[in-house]
Protein backbone atom coordinates (compact mmCIF):
# COMPACT_ATOMS: atom_id res chain seq x y z
CA UNK A 1 0.00 0.00 0.00
CA UNK A 2 0.87 3.98 -0.22
CA UNK A 3 1.61 5.40 2.66
CA UNK A 4 2.92 8.62 4.33
CA UNK A 5 6.66 7.96 5.49
CA UNK A 6 8.85 9.86 8.54
CA UNK A 7 12.40 10.14 6.94
CA UNK A 8 13.99 12.59 9.50
CA UNK A 9 13.28 15.76 10.59
CA UNK A 10 11.23 17.79 8.04
CA UNK A 11 11.62 14.99 5.32
CA UNK A 12 8.59 13.53 4.69
CA UNK A 13 7.77 10.75 1.36
CA UNK A 14 5.06 8.98 0.27
CA UNK A 15 6.54 5.37 -0.15
CA UNK A 16 4.93 1.74 -1.15
CA UNK A 17 5.05 -0.15 2.56
CA UNK A 18 3.67 -3.85 3.24
CA UNK A 19 0.30 -3.78 4.31
CA UNK A 20 -1.26 -4.17 7.69
CA UNK A 21 -2.54 -7.79 9.09
CA UNK A 22 -4.44 -9.14 12.15
CA UNK A 23 -1.90 -9.42 14.49
CA UNK A 24 -4.10 -10.18 17.51
CA UNK A 25 -7.58 -11.67 17.45
CA UNK A 26 -9.48 -8.30 18.50
CA UNK A 27 -7.96 -5.79 15.81
CA UNK A 28 -9.72 -5.01 12.50
CA UNK A 29 -8.07 -3.58 9.60
CA UNK A 30 -9.57 -0.05 7.89
CA UNK A 31 -9.45 1.13 4.55
CA UNK A 32 -8.67 4.55 5.37
CA UNK A 33 -11.75 7.12 3.69
CA UNK A 34 -10.10 10.01 5.08
CA UNK A 35 -6.88 10.95 7.54
CA UNK A 36 -5.96 14.47 9.17
CA UNK A 37 -2.67 16.32 10.07
CA UNK A 38 -2.80 17.30 13.81
CA UNK A 39 -0.83 20.52 15.42
CA UNK A 40 1.27 17.86 17.11
CA UNK A 41 2.24 15.79 13.86
CA UNK A 42 4.66 19.29 13.43
CA UNK A 43 6.28 18.16 17.10
CA UNK A 44 7.50 14.85 15.36
CA UNK A 45 8.01 16.00 11.81
CA UNK A 46 10.41 19.13 13.52
CA UNK A 47 12.02 16.76 15.31
CA UNK A 48 11.07 17.43 19.19
CA UNK A 49 10.00 14.00 20.01
CA UNK A 50 12.39 11.56 20.52
CA UNK A 51 12.21 8.09 19.34
CA UNK A 52 10.79 8.44 15.95
CA UNK A 53 12.29 6.08 13.52
CA UNK A 54 12.80 6.39 9.47
CA UNK A 55 9.62 4.95 7.65
CA UNK A 56 7.19 6.04 10.42
CA UNK A 57 3.72 5.82 8.71
CA UNK A 58 2.47 9.13 10.04
CA UNK A 59 -0.66 10.01 10.91
CA UNK A 60 -3.58 9.56 14.08
CA UNK A 61 -6.62 11.27 13.11
CA UNK A 62 -8.81 8.96 10.66
CA UNK A 63 -12.09 7.65 9.61
CA UNK A 64 -12.76 4.19 7.14
CA UNK A 65 -14.16 1.18 6.74
CA UNK A 66 -13.87 -2.41 8.11
CA UNK A 67 -12.61 -4.58 6.10
CA UNK A 68 -10.90 -7.36 7.80
CA UNK A 69 -11.98 -8.59 11.21
CA UNK A 70 -10.34 -10.62 13.78
CA UNK A 71 -11.63 -13.49 15.17
CA UNK A 72 -12.68 -12.18 18.76
CA UNK A 73 -13.93 -8.86 17.53
CA UNK A 74 -17.63 -9.47 18.23
CA UNK A 75 -19.20 -5.40 17.52
CA UNK A 76 -18.22 -4.68 14.56
CA UNK A 77 -17.96 -6.17 11.16
CA UNK A 78 -16.64 -5.64 7.77
CA UNK A 79 -18.24 -2.71 5.77
CA UNK A 80 -18.52 -0.56 8.88
CA UNK A 81 -17.86 2.88 8.72
CA UNK A 82 -15.90 3.96 12.27
CA UNK A 83 -14.53 6.10 13.73
CA UNK A 84 -11.41 5.44 16.22
CA UNK A 85 -9.60 7.67 18.64
CA UNK A 86 -6.04 8.35 18.21
CA UNK A 87 -5.10 6.52 21.88
CA UNK A 88 -5.71 2.99 21.76
CA UNK A 89 -7.62 1.29 24.51
CA UNK A 90 -8.47 -2.33 25.78
CA UNK A 91 -11.78 -1.40 27.94
CA UNK A 92 -11.28 -3.57 30.38
CA UNK A 93 -8.38 -2.53 33.16
CA UNK A 94 -8.51 0.17 35.82
CA UNK A 95 -8.12 3.04 33.85
CA UNK A 96 -10.20 2.23 30.99
CA UNK A 97 -13.10 1.26 33.28
CA UNK A 98 -13.07 4.96 35.12
CA UNK A 99 -13.07 6.62 31.63
CA UNK A 100 -9.02 7.34 31.31
CA UNK A 101 -8.36 5.99 28.12
CA UNK A 102 -5.07 7.31 26.80
CA UNK A 103 -3.77 6.24 30.52
CA UNK A 104 -4.95 2.58 29.17
CA UNK A 105 -3.25 -0.20 31.11
CA UNK A 106 -2.36 -2.56 28.59
CA UNK A 107 -2.05 -1.63 25.10
CA UNK A 108 1.66 -0.08 24.70
CA UNK A 109 3.59 -3.24 22.96
CA UNK A 110 6.63 -0.98 24.37
CA UNK A 111 6.47 -0.03 27.80
CA UNK A 112 10.40 -0.65 28.91
CA UNK A 113 10.95 2.18 26.71
CA UNK A 114 8.16 5.08 27.61
CA UNK A 115 8.38 3.89 31.32
CA UNK A 116 11.48 5.76 32.28
CA UNK A 117 10.22 8.65 30.38
CA UNK A 118 7.04 9.16 32.76
CA UNK A 119 7.51 6.64 35.79
CA UNK A 120 4.42 4.24 34.28
CA UNK A 121 3.43 3.48 30.90
CA UNK A 122 0.45 5.41 29.09
CA UNK A 123 -2.11 3.87 26.31
CA UNK A 124 -0.31 3.38 23.19
CA UNK A 125 -0.91 6.17 19.82
CA UNK A 126 -0.94 5.29 16.25
CA UNK A 127 2.08 7.27 15.17
CA UNK A 128 3.67 9.30 17.90
CA UNK A 129 7.13 7.61 18.16
CA UNK A 130 8.20 4.50 19.31
CA UNK A 131 8.42 5.60 23.03
CA UNK A 132 4.35 5.89 23.15
CA UNK A 133 3.74 2.16 21.28
CA UNK A 134 5.42 2.46 17.58
CA UNK A 135 2.28 1.65 15.78
CA UNK A 136 1.85 2.50 12.11
CA UNK A 137 -0.31 5.46 12.01
CA UNK A 138 -3.26 6.12 9.52
CA UNK A 139 -2.10 8.65 6.59
CA UNK A 140 -2.06 5.49 4.69
CA UNK A 141 -4.22 3.16 2.57
CA UNK A 142 -4.85 0.65 5.07
CA UNK A 143 -4.47 1.47 8.85
CA UNK A 144 -4.74 -1.82 12.00
CA UNK A 145 -6.92 -1.00 14.65
CA UNK A 146 -6.13 -3.12 17.86
CA UNK A 147 -9.25 -3.76 20.31
CA UNK A 148 -12.25 -3.00 17.42
CA UNK A 149 -14.73 -3.32 19.95
CA UNK A 150 -14.24 -0.59 22.20
CA UNK A 151 -11.95 1.42 19.94
CA UNK A 152 -13.92 1.76 16.57
CA UNK A 153 -17.51 3.57 16.91
CA UNK A 154 -20.21 3.21 14.07
CA UNK A 155 -20.86 6.68 12.27
CA UNK A 156 -24.23 6.87 12.10
CA UNK A 157 -26.03 7.38 8.85
CA UNK A 158 -26.24 10.93 8.08
CA UNK A 159 -22.95 12.13 9.44
CA UNK A 160 -20.55 12.84 6.45
CA UNK A 161 -16.87 11.46 6.61
CA UNK A 162 -15.45 14.43 7.34
CA UNK A 163 -17.93 15.66 10.90
CA UNK A 164 -17.06 12.27 11.56
CA UNK A 165 -12.97 12.53 10.77
CA UNK A 166 -12.41 14.93 13.55
CA UNK A 167 -14.32 12.80 16.36
CA UNK A 168 -11.46 10.93 15.99
CA UNK A 169 -8.97 13.47 18.47
CA UNK A 170 -9.94 16.96 17.79
CA UNK A 171 -13.21 17.20 18.69
CA UNK A 172 -13.20 14.38 21.50
CA UNK A 173 -9.59 15.99 22.86
CA UNK A 174 -11.29 19.73 22.58
CA UNK A 175 -14.57 18.66 24.22
CA UNK A 176 -12.57 16.83 26.84
CA UNK A 177 -10.78 20.13 27.62
CA UNK A 178 -14.35 22.12 28.35
CA UNK A 179 -15.60 19.30 30.49
CA UNK A 180 -12.52 19.64 32.11
CA UNK A 181 -13.86 23.52 33.01
CA UNK A 182 -16.56 21.57 35.17
CA UNK A 183 -18.69 24.44 34.02
CA UNK A 184 -21.60 26.24 35.55
CA UNK A 185 -24.24 28.56 34.94
CA UNK A 186 -22.66 32.35 34.30
CA UNK A 187 -19.06 30.76 33.67
CA UNK A 188 -17.00 32.70 31.11
CA UNK A 189 -14.52 30.59 29.37
CA UNK A 190 -11.23 31.72 27.70
CA UNK A 191 -9.25 29.31 24.72
CA UNK A 192 -6.13 30.28 23.61
CA UNK A 193 -5.36 28.62 20.48
CA UNK A 194 -8.08 28.74 17.55
CA UNK A 195 -6.40 25.49 15.67
CA UNK A 196 -8.62 22.48 15.79
CA UNK A 197 -8.64 21.61 19.20
CA UNK A 198 -9.25 25.09 20.43
CA UNK A 199 -12.29 25.43 18.02
CA UNK A 200 -13.76 22.11 19.41
CA UNK A 201 -12.84 23.53 22.78
CA UNK A 202 -14.75 26.65 22.29
CA UNK A 203 -18.04 24.84 20.99
CA UNK A 204 -17.72 22.28 23.59
CA UNK A 205 -17.61 24.48 26.40
CA UNK A 206 -21.13 26.40 24.51
CA UNK A 207 -22.80 22.80 24.73
CA UNK A 208 -21.85 22.53 28.08
CA UNK A 209 -23.95 26.02 28.83
CA UNK A 210 -20.67 28.05 29.00
CA UNK A 211 -22.29 31.86 29.69
CA UNK A 212 -19.78 33.32 26.72
CA UNK A 213 -16.27 31.44 24.97
CA UNK A 214 -13.44 33.96 24.18
CA UNK A 215 -11.30 33.07 21.47
CA UNK A 216 -7.41 34.18 21.47
CA UNK A 217 -5.28 33.42 18.26
CA UNK A 218 -3.43 35.78 15.86
CA UNK A 219 -4.56 34.82 12.57
CA UNK A 220 -7.45 36.42 11.03
CA UNK A 221 -8.86 33.57 9.76
CA UNK A 222 -9.24 31.52 12.33
CA UNK A 223 -10.19 34.30 14.83
CA UNK A 224 -12.88 34.53 11.91
CA UNK A 225 -14.25 30.91 12.47
CA UNK A 226 -14.24 31.15 16.25
CA UNK A 227 -16.50 34.56 15.81
CA UNK A 228 -18.53 32.59 13.60
CA UNK A 229 -19.13 29.87 16.21
CA UNK A 230 -19.72 32.12 18.42
CA UNK A 231 -16.90 33.00 20.48
CA UNK A 232 -15.74 36.85 21.02
CA UNK A 233 -11.91 37.24 18.96
CA UNK A 234 -8.77 38.04 20.69
CA UNK A 235 -5.75 39.08 18.35
CA UNK A 236 -3.21 38.82 20.87
CA UNK A 237 -0.73 40.73 18.48
CA UNK A 238 -3.16 43.56 18.96
CA UNK A 239 -4.32 44.00 22.19
CA UNK A 240 -2.98 43.06 25.75
CA UNK A 241 -4.83 39.55 26.51
CA UNK A 242 -4.77 40.13 30.17
CA UNK A 243 -6.57 43.67 29.86
CA UNK A 244 -8.74 42.63 27.35
CA UNK A 245 -10.27 39.45 29.42
CA UNK A 246 -10.44 41.65 32.52
CA UNK A 247 -12.87 44.08 30.34
CA UNK A 248 -14.71 41.35 29.00
CA UNK A 249 -15.38 39.97 32.53
CA UNK A 250 -15.47 42.52 34.37
CA UNK A 251 -12.94 42.28 36.34
CA UNK A 252 -13.19 39.00 37.55
CA UNK A 253 -11.40 36.86 34.81
CA UNK A 254 -12.61 34.00 32.96
CA UNK A 255 -13.56 31.33 35.31
CA UNK A 256 -11.68 28.59 33.24
CA UNK A 257 -8.63 28.77 30.75
CA UNK A 258 -7.97 26.57 28.25
CA UNK A 259 -5.13 25.78 26.38
CA UNK A 260 -5.18 24.66 23.04
CA UNK A 261 -1.42 25.99 21.40
CA UNK A 262 0.95 23.38 23.52
CA UNK A 263 4.86 23.38 22.98
CA UNK A 264 5.12 25.57 19.74
CA UNK A 265 2.81 28.97 21.26
CA UNK A 266 4.24 31.95 19.29
CA UNK A 267 4.97 34.74 21.68
CA UNK A 268 5.55 37.87 21.38
CA UNK A 269 8.24 40.50 23.56
CA UNK A 270 10.97 39.24 25.90
CA UNK A 271 9.79 35.76 26.76
CA UNK A 272 8.89 35.05 23.48
CA UNK A 273 11.89 35.55 22.13
CA UNK A 274 13.47 33.88 25.41
CA UNK A 275 11.34 30.91 24.36
CA UNK A 276 12.52 30.52 20.80
CA UNK A 277 16.22 30.83 21.66
CA UNK A 278 15.98 28.05 24.18
CA UNK A 279 14.00 25.68 21.91
CA UNK A 280 16.43 26.31 18.89
CA UNK A 281 19.47 25.35 21.07
CA UNK A 282 16.73 21.71 22.40
CA UNK A 283 17.73 23.55 26.14
CA UNK A 284 13.97 23.51 26.36
CA UNK A 285 11.43 21.58 23.54
CA UNK A 286 8.63 24.26 24.26
CA UNK A 287 7.43 27.87 24.41
CA UNK A 288 4.93 28.15 26.71
CA UNK A 289 3.63 31.59 26.32
CA UNK A 290 0.00 31.32 26.06
CA UNK A 291 0.37 28.87 29.38
CA UNK A 292 2.13 31.56 31.14
CA UNK A 293 -0.58 33.83 30.03
CA UNK A 294 -3.39 31.22 30.78
CA UNK A 295 -2.11 31.29 33.98
CA UNK A 296 -2.06 34.92 34.97
CA UNK A 297 -5.14 35.46 33.53
CA UNK A 298 -7.53 32.82 35.21
CA UNK A 299 -9.54 33.87 37.88
CA UNK A 300 -8.57 32.86 42.26
CA UNK A 301 -9.70 29.76 42.70
CA UNK A 302 -10.61 29.15 38.96
CA UNK A 303 -9.75 26.20 36.32
CA UNK A 304 -6.60 25.81 34.28
CA UNK A 305 -6.96 23.19 31.41
CA UNK A 306 -4.20 21.98 29.52
CA UNK A 307 -4.42 20.02 26.27
CA UNK A 308 -1.28 21.29 24.07
CA UNK A 309 1.44 18.93 24.41
CA UNK A 310 4.70 19.76 26.34
CA UNK A 311 7.27 18.13 26.87
CA UNK A 312 10.11 20.46 28.83
CA UNK A 313 9.61 23.85 29.91
CA UNK A 314 11.24 26.32 32.41
CA UNK A 315 10.50 29.47 33.81
CA UNK A 316 6.71 27.96 35.00
CA UNK A 317 5.05 30.22 37.47
CA UNK A 318 3.93 27.77 39.83
CA UNK A 319 3.58 29.73 42.59
CA UNK A 320 1.05 31.38 40.73
CA UNK A 321 -0.77 28.88 40.51
CA UNK A 322 -0.75 27.85 44.25
CA UNK A 323 -1.42 31.81 45.42
CA UNK A 324 -4.45 31.84 43.17
CA UNK A 325 -5.57 28.68 43.65
CA UNK A 326 -6.16 27.39 40.68
CA UNK A 327 -7.03 23.58 39.82
CA UNK A 328 -5.16 21.90 36.88
CA UNK A 329 -6.65 19.48 34.90
CA UNK A 330 -4.91 18.35 32.04
CA UNK A 331 -4.64 14.85 29.48
CA UNK A 332 -4.11 13.17 26.56
CA UNK A 333 -7.41 12.84 25.09
CA UNK A 334 -9.72 9.66 26.74
CA UNK A 335 -11.92 9.76 23.32
CA UNK A 336 -13.82 6.92 24.05
CA UNK A 337 -15.69 8.79 27.02
CA UNK A 338 -16.87 11.33 24.81
CA UNK A 339 -16.99 10.05 21.02
CA UNK A 340 -20.56 8.39 21.57
CA UNK A 341 -21.57 11.45 22.67
CA UNK A 342 -20.32 13.90 20.29
CA UNK A 343 -21.61 11.87 17.29
CA UNK A 344 -24.83 12.90 18.70
CA UNK A 345 -24.08 17.05 18.66
CA UNK A 346 -22.94 16.10 15.26
CA UNK A 347 -25.86 14.63 13.72
CA UNK A 348 -27.98 17.51 15.36
CA UNK A 349 -25.56 20.60 14.51
CA UNK A 350 -24.59 21.40 17.93
CA UNK A 351 -21.12 20.52 16.58
CA UNK A 352 -19.93 21.16 13.63
CA UNK A 353 -16.47 19.45 12.90
CA UNK A 354 -16.09 19.41 9.44
CA UNK A 355 -15.71 23.51 9.29
CA UNK A 356 -11.69 22.24 10.59
CA UNK A 357 -11.33 20.91 6.73
CA UNK A 358 -9.94 23.57 5.17
CA UNK A 359 -7.49 21.58 2.79
CA UNK A 360 -7.97 18.35 0.80
CA UNK A 361 -5.24 16.34 -0.66
CA UNK A 362 -4.89 12.70 -2.69
CA UNK A 363 -2.39 10.57 -0.32
CA UNK A 364 0.02 11.21 -3.00
CA UNK A 365 -0.17 14.69 -2.38
CA UNK A 366 0.69 14.68 1.48
CA UNK A 367 3.63 16.40 2.40
CA UNK A 368 2.37 19.35 0.39
CA UNK A 369 -0.51 19.39 2.76
CA UNK A 370 2.08 18.91 5.88
CA UNK A 371 3.74 22.03 3.89
CA UNK A 372 0.38 23.84 3.64
CA UNK A 373 -0.35 22.81 7.26
CA UNK A 374 2.46 24.02 9.01
CA UNK A 375 3.24 27.29 7.35
CA UNK A 376 -0.76 27.90 7.90
CA UNK A 377 -0.39 29.00 4.29
CA UNK A 378 -3.84 29.85 2.41
CA UNK A 379 -5.18 29.74 5.67
CA UNK A 380 -5.13 26.22 6.31
CA UNK A 381 -6.24 25.13 9.32
CA UNK A 382 -6.14 21.12 8.70
CA UNK A 383 -5.32 19.53 5.77
CA UNK A 384 -7.12 16.24 4.94
CA UNK A 385 -6.08 13.06 3.16
CA UNK A 386 -8.37 11.24 0.89
CA UNK A 387 -6.16 7.85 0.16
CA UNK B 1 7.83 -12.64 51.17
CA UNK B 2 10.16 -15.82 51.60
CA UNK B 3 11.28 -15.88 55.36
CA UNK B 4 11.98 -19.63 55.74
CA UNK B 5 15.72 -20.78 56.45
CA UNK B 6 15.16 -23.58 53.14
CA UNK B 7 14.32 -20.54 50.91
CA UNK B 8 16.57 -18.78 48.82
CA UNK B 9 18.26 -15.51 49.34
CA UNK B 10 16.46 -13.12 47.54
CA UNK B 11 17.94 -10.22 48.55
CA UNK B 12 19.85 -9.63 45.33
CA UNK B 13 16.96 -10.31 43.13
CA UNK B 14 15.29 -8.34 40.54
CA UNK B 15 11.89 -6.84 41.37
CA UNK B 16 8.91 -5.42 40.38
CA UNK B 17 5.21 -5.12 40.79
CA UNK B 18 2.09 -4.80 39.47
CA UNK B 19 -1.40 -4.66 40.33
CA UNK B 20 -4.03 -6.52 38.21
CA UNK B 21 -8.06 -5.46 38.14
CA UNK B 22 -8.71 -9.27 38.87
CA UNK B 23 -8.83 -11.94 41.43
CA UNK B 24 -5.56 -13.81 42.73
CA UNK B 25 -6.88 -17.27 42.36
CA UNK B 26 -7.87 -16.55 38.73
CA UNK B 27 -4.24 -14.95 37.88
CA UNK B 28 -2.81 -17.64 39.62
CA UNK B 29 -4.20 -20.55 37.41
CA UNK B 30 -3.24 -18.19 34.33
CA UNK B 31 0.50 -17.82 35.71
CA UNK B 32 0.67 -21.60 36.21
CA UNK B 33 -0.87 -22.16 32.26
CA UNK B 34 2.28 -23.35 30.04
CA UNK B 35 1.16 -21.58 27.36
CA UNK B 36 1.13 -18.41 29.46
CA UNK B 37 5.32 -18.67 30.61
CA UNK B 38 5.70 -19.54 26.71
CA UNK B 39 4.31 -16.06 25.90
CA UNK B 40 5.36 -13.51 28.59
CA UNK B 41 8.99 -14.00 28.26
CA UNK B 42 9.86 -13.83 25.19
CA UNK B 43 12.07 -10.24 25.49
CA UNK B 44 14.53 -12.48 27.35
CA UNK B 45 14.05 -16.18 26.76
CA UNK B 46 12.33 -18.63 25.05
CA UNK B 47 10.16 -21.15 27.27
CA UNK B 48 8.57 -24.75 26.69
CA UNK B 49 6.71 -26.71 29.27
CA UNK B 50 7.70 -30.23 29.87
CA UNK B 51 4.92 -30.61 32.04
CA UNK B 52 2.83 -28.70 34.51
CA UNK B 53 5.70 -28.29 36.88
CA UNK B 54 8.70 -28.14 34.68
CA UNK B 55 9.89 -25.77 31.87
CA UNK B 56 13.00 -25.76 29.33
CA UNK B 57 14.46 -22.07 29.16
CA UNK B 58 16.83 -20.86 26.20
CA UNK B 59 18.09 -17.33 26.74
CA UNK B 60 20.23 -15.63 23.84
CA UNK B 61 22.64 -13.23 24.36
CA UNK B 62 24.59 -10.90 22.11
CA UNK B 63 27.30 -12.50 19.75
CA UNK B 64 25.31 -15.62 19.54
CA UNK B 65 25.77 -16.53 23.29
CA UNK B 66 23.07 -19.27 24.18
CA UNK B 67 22.16 -19.93 27.83
CA UNK B 68 19.90 -22.84 29.19
CA UNK B 69 18.65 -24.67 32.05
CA UNK B 70 15.62 -26.36 33.41
CA UNK B 71 13.10 -24.80 36.41
CA UNK B 72 10.96 -27.15 38.46
CA UNK B 73 8.27 -24.96 40.49
CA UNK B 74 9.14 -25.93 44.32
CA UNK B 75 5.80 -24.08 45.80
CA UNK B 76 2.64 -23.12 44.10
CA UNK B 77 0.09 -22.04 47.21
CA UNK B 78 -2.49 -19.92 46.92
CA UNK B 79 -0.47 -16.54 48.06
CA UNK B 80 2.77 -17.77 46.43
CA UNK B 81 4.40 -19.37 43.46
CA UNK B 82 8.28 -20.40 43.57
CA UNK B 83 10.56 -21.50 40.61
CA UNK B 84 14.20 -22.68 40.64
CA UNK B 85 16.30 -24.03 38.37
CA UNK B 86 17.64 -27.31 38.41
CA UNK B 87 21.55 -27.98 38.86
CA UNK B 88 23.79 -27.84 35.73
CA UNK B 89 22.08 -24.48 34.67
CA UNK B 90 24.30 -22.30 32.39
CA UNK B 91 22.54 -19.40 34.56
CA UNK B 92 21.23 -20.68 38.10
CA UNK B 93 18.34 -18.80 38.99
CA UNK B 94 15.46 -18.70 41.10
CA UNK B 95 11.95 -16.75 40.79
CA UNK B 96 9.27 -16.31 43.60
CA UNK B 97 5.94 -14.39 42.71
CA UNK B 98 3.64 -13.50 45.37
CA UNK B 99 -0.17 -12.53 45.49
CA UNK B 100 -1.38 -9.85 47.92
CA UNK B 101 -4.85 -8.00 48.17
CA UNK B 102 -4.95 -4.74 46.47
CA UNK B 103 -7.32 -2.03 48.35
CA UNK B 104 -9.99 -1.00 47.01
CA UNK B 105 -11.46 -2.02 43.65
CA UNK B 106 -7.84 -2.06 42.29
CA UNK B 107 -7.99 -6.11 42.23
CA UNK B 108 -4.25 -8.33 43.15
CA UNK B 109 -0.99 -7.18 43.42
CA UNK B 110 2.11 -9.10 42.04
CA UNK B 111 5.45 -8.96 43.70
CA UNK B 112 7.63 -10.82 41.22
CA UNK B 113 11.10 -11.32 42.56
CA UNK B 114 14.04 -13.20 40.34
CA UNK B 115 17.55 -13.80 41.30
CA UNK B 116 20.21 -15.02 38.79
CA UNK B 117 23.73 -16.46 40.38
CA UNK B 118 26.15 -16.32 36.59
CA UNK B 119 28.69 -18.54 37.64
CA UNK B 120 31.53 -15.69 39.12
CA UNK B 121 30.34 -12.92 38.17
CA UNK B 122 28.63 -9.64 40.22
CA UNK B 123 25.42 -10.14 39.85
CA UNK B 124 23.65 -7.80 38.16
CA UNK B 125 26.20 -6.35 35.55
CA UNK B 126 26.95 -10.17 34.55
CA UNK B 127 23.28 -10.69 34.08
CA UNK B 128 22.94 -7.76 31.62
CA UNK B 129 26.32 -8.34 29.79
CA UNK B 130 24.34 -12.43 29.30
CA UNK B 131 21.60 -11.64 28.16
CA UNK B 132 21.47 -7.73 26.60
CA UNK B 133 18.87 -7.13 29.20
CA UNK B 134 19.06 -5.40 32.76
CA UNK B 135 17.28 -7.75 35.24
CA UNK B 136 15.15 -5.53 36.25
CA UNK B 137 13.75 -4.76 32.74
CA UNK B 138 13.05 -8.66 32.18
CA UNK B 139 10.93 -8.70 35.29
CA UNK B 140 9.19 -5.58 34.60
CA UNK B 141 8.49 -6.37 31.44
CA UNK B 142 7.38 -9.99 31.87
CA UNK B 143 4.41 -8.79 34.12
CA UNK B 144 3.45 -5.95 31.98
CA UNK B 145 2.49 -9.07 29.24
CA UNK B 146 0.76 -10.98 31.85
CA UNK B 147 -1.00 -7.97 32.88
CA UNK B 148 -2.50 -7.36 29.36
CA UNK B 149 -3.02 -11.32 28.73
CA UNK B 150 -5.05 -11.58 32.23
CA UNK B 151 -7.05 -8.21 31.34
CA UNK B 152 -7.29 -8.29 27.18
CA UNK B 153 -6.59 -12.28 26.71
CA UNK B 154 -3.86 -10.22 24.31
CA UNK B 155 -0.53 -9.02 24.42
CA UNK B 156 0.17 -5.92 22.75
CA UNK B 157 2.12 -5.96 19.77
CA UNK B 158 3.57 -4.53 16.20
CA UNK B 159 5.64 -7.09 15.34
CA UNK B 160 6.11 -7.82 12.49
CA UNK B 161 4.25 -4.53 11.43
CA UNK B 162 6.31 -1.88 13.12
CA UNK B 163 5.62 1.37 11.98
CA UNK B 164 9.20 2.24 10.90
CA UNK B 165 10.85 0.64 7.87
CA UNK B 166 12.65 -2.97 9.24
CA UNK B 167 11.98 -2.07 13.03
CA UNK B 168 13.96 1.60 12.31
CA UNK B 169 16.82 3.19 14.19
CA UNK B 170 15.48 5.66 16.74
CA UNK B 171 16.33 9.17 15.92
Known amino acids: MRALCWNGVNDLRVETVADPEILNPQDVILKVRLTTTCGSDLHLIDGLIPTMREGDVLGHEFMGEVVDVGREVTKVKRGDRVVVPSFIACGRCWYCQHDLYSLCDTSHPKPELQEPLLGYPTAGIYAYSHAFGGYAGSHAQYVRVPFADTDCFVIPDGLADEDALFISDAAPTGFMGADFCNIQRGDVIAVWGCGGVGLMAQQGAMILGAERVIAIDQYPERLAKAAAFGAIPLDFTKVDVIDALKELTGGRGPDACIDAVGMEAAGTGLQGAYDRVKQALYMETDRGTALRQAMLAVRKGGTLSILGVYGLIDKFPLGLLMNKGVTVRTAQQHGQAYVPRLLEHALRGELTPAALATHRFSLEDSPTGYHMFKHKEDGCLRAVFMP | ?171
Open chain 2, 1 to 171: MTGAASEPDLAAAARAAITIGRPADELRTLWLDPKTQSRIWTHFAEVTARDTRSADWVARGPAGGEYRWCTDTVESGLDQIRWTSRDGADVPNTGDLAFRLAPGDRGTELHLAVRFDPPGGVVGEAVSKLFHIVPGEIVRTALYKFRALALTGEIPTTDPQPAARHGGIDR
